[in-house]
């Protein structure tokens, strides 16, 4: 039987992507998407995994979100972060998706560091759909993630002798 993606077929191979290719990808991804899960540690220890529609600057992604939630008393707990984002699958090759590893920090709205946040945020759309007034912008706090670890997928890369997973780690200074 004739394979549709036969280089999909034995070992995956190994090479890494050049640092900017790989940059590009995910901001591809993060680009291109506007859901992720969101897990934080419980105060026993245990996971908890939440959906929020996100917004990305750069490499960072940022959502709103009540003090009073359990994924932000979480975070004000533990600043420790994972985020799951993953591109629709159709096949094993359209696997597409990343894994962020990081902290978080919770910006009020008045705070100067949330502008740049809020000016990527495109909240309009979500007050009109609330019968909201698009001419008075959220109050709530912005909860930004910034990665120290991604580990990307995508299966297309064995295509061209690139591994499927990649990490990415900030640039040394």
Request: aromatic share 10%; net charge neutral.
């Amino acid at each position: 039987m004739p394979l549709t993606n036969p280089w999909l077929a034995g070992p995956a191979p190994a090479a890494e992507l050049p640092r900017e290719a790989l940059e590009e990808r995910i901001l591809n991804l993060l680009s291109t998407q506007n859901m992720a899960v969101i897990a934080t540690v419980n105060t026993d220890g245990s996971p908890a995994a939440t959906p929020v529609r996100y917004y990305s600057l750069g490499l960072e992604i940022f959502y709103t979100s009540w003090n009073d939630s359990v994924k932000s008393r979480n975070l004000r707990r533990d600043p420790r972060v994972s985020a799951g984002i993953f591109a629709p699958l159709v096949g094993q090759a359209s696997s597409r998706g990343a894994q962020l590893f990081g902290t978080a920090r919770t910006l009020e709205r008045e705070d100067p560091a949330s502008d740049g946040y809020w000016e990527a945020f495109r909240w309009q759309s979500d007050h009109a759909e609330r019968g909201r007034s698009v001419s008075e912008p959220p109050s709530d706090p912005l909860t930004v993630i910034t990665p120290h670890r991604i580990l990307y997928t995508e299966h297309w890369l064995r295509r061209t002798g690139y591994a499927p997973r990649q990490t990415w780690r900030p640039a040394s200074p």
